[in-house]
Every structure is written in C-alpha cells, then in structure tokens.
C-alpha cells in the first residue's frame, strides 16, 4: 500500500504555483504537508497562508528561508537581522517550528549567482564567524516564539554566493552551543550525498537530536547554466536514497521528507504531474528504507 503520511511538498518544486494552488495540488494526491518559502507566502500574506494551509487539513513541514547573515556592513547586518526575527514571527503564525537557514555566502558576492565585487571581502573565515555569532543572537528570539534554526549545509559549489557551511560536520560544530531544540539541521541530499564524513555525521546528528529535516531531490547532470537548476527527481541522477535515507532513519529521525527541486522543466510542468511523478519516486526510493 501506498504510505505518503511523511511526504510533503515543498513549493520550490511547484515554483510556477501559487500558495493556493501547491496546496492544493499536494491535498489532492494525498500529501499531508508543505514546505513553504517565504515568497510565496508574502504574495498569500501571512494570515491567509496559514488559513489556506489550514483548511486544506495540511501541516507545514518547514519554512524557508531565514540566513544570509555574512554581511559585514552594519546596515546590512540590521537588514538581515530584521528580516530574520520576521521570519521566525512568520514560521510561527503557519505552526512549524522549523525555520530553514541558507547562512550566506562571502561579502564578495554581488548577489545569489552574481560575480564577485571588486575589491569584496572574500574572508570566508570571517563569514563564518559572523554566522555563529548572528545565530547566537537570533537563538533567544526564535526559542521565545517556539522555532528552531535549522542549518542547512550547501554544497561546495554555493560556498561563494549562498553558503559558507558546506558540510553536516561543520554545521553540527556551529550548533553545539545551543540546545537541539534551538538549533538544528537539515540532510538535504542534494547538499551532502559526495560528503565521505556523511555517515558519521548524520549518527552523530541523531545521537544530538538536531536533525529538523530531511529533504530529497537528485544530482543530475550536464549541469545547467544556473547550477542552482540542476536538480531532478530522485532517481534521475546519481544520488543512493535507499543508503541516505537508512542512515536518517537509523539516526532516529521521524519526521516529514520533503522533496525540494529546482529544475526549469519541472518547473514548466503541470503541477499535479509533478507532485504524481514525486510521489512514485518517494514511494519506491525513500519511503520503504524509512
């Protein structure tokens, strides 16, 4: 029999749709949750999300996304700090306590996929630095509205634009200062399925009860021009979900799997055939090594 009582949709997948309509297309094949990015709920506002969520009878897996906390400008750092405590505000009004962090990427960066700044500060020690140290401001703020802050390691090729931490490992280094229930993490496998430490770190990640999430899509290449877009549907690349997914399980973690692509042409596809097609794959790579 078929079980998707742990699968949900993230709307990057069905980026084409609007809140409305990923909800309704997840509810109409028999989702229980969403995963939800922030754009799309400032087009529904925020009230009108959680309602519309709500009355579908779904759950919101998590939000994203909250970070990009690197700037070394004071201004920005403000910017980014307002933005952040909204965020939390926000994942707490649509009732999941996961509030998702892409950490940001040097001072150098232009912006997400830009070129490098003339002259931009490239200290990616410093980055990082400023990332512990916005998250210890943050950490108080988010347990006050009942929210944890889930690092998200990015892939070594995000490192300069979207994330300084690449690796489970480093991110579990970063939250060892606060209690699980503050700061967790995220196993995206797009993110971590080359790391040869990943193994040890999801056990460790479990035995310090940080896992918040777990989300699935596939490596495909070529790669696109936008290597962001090079994501595909499990199973149409290079990823050992069966393996992965064991490990998560086996770690202790029993929440929602959300699959979470960036890819054009699935983008430019009917909504309710890409939640078909993600559902079928869900069901023969990861649901049964649950």
Not at 41 to 60: F, K, P, Q, T
Request: glycine share 8%; aromatic share 6%; net charge negative.
């Amino acid at each position: 029999m078929t079980d998707l009582s742990r699968l949900s949709l993230n709307t990057a997948t069905t980026k084409n749709l609007t809140l409305a309509e990923a909800v309704r297309v997840a509810a109409e094949a028999g989702l229980p949750a969403v995963g939800l990015w922030r754009d799309r709920v400032a087009e529904a506002g925020l009230e009108n999300a959680a309602r519309i969520v709500r009355d579908a009878g779904l759950r919101v897996s998590s939000l994203c996304r909250g970070g990009f906390l690197t700037a070394a400008d004071p201004a920005e750092q403000d910017r980014a700090m307002e933005s952040n405590r909204a965020a939390i505000v926000e994942a707490a009004t649509l009732g999941t306590s996961e509030l998702v962090m892409v950490v940001g990427g040097l001072g150098a960066a232009s912006a997400p996929g830009g070129p490098a700044l003339p002259g931009g500060d490239k200290d990616i020690v410093a980055a990082r630095t400023r990332v512990a140290n916005r998250i210890a401001e943050l950490a108080p703020f988010a347990a006050e509205h009942g929210v944890r802050l889930v690092l998200e390691p990015l892939h070594p090729i995000f490192a300069a634009d979207r994330a300084v931490l690449s690796t489970l490992g480093q991110c579990l280094d970063l939250a060892t200062d606060f209690p699980p229930e503050q700061v967790g993490v995220v196993v995206d496998t797009y993110h971590v399925w080359w790391d040869p430490a990943l193994r040890d770190q999801i056990v460790r990640a479990g035995r310090e009860g940080r896992i918040a999430s777990y989300q699935v899509c596939d490596w495909i290449l070529p790669l696109a021009e936008d290597a962001l877009l090079s994501r595909g549907f499990m199973g149409d690349g290079y990823i050992d979900f069966p393996t992965i997914t064991r490990w998560v399980s086996e770690a202790g973690y029993s929440g929602d799997v959300e699959v979470e692509i960036f890819n054009q042409e699935i983008w430019d596809a009917p909504g309710a055939e890409t939640v078909a097609t993600m559902a079928k794959r869900y069901t023969e790579l990861v649901q049964p090594y649950l």
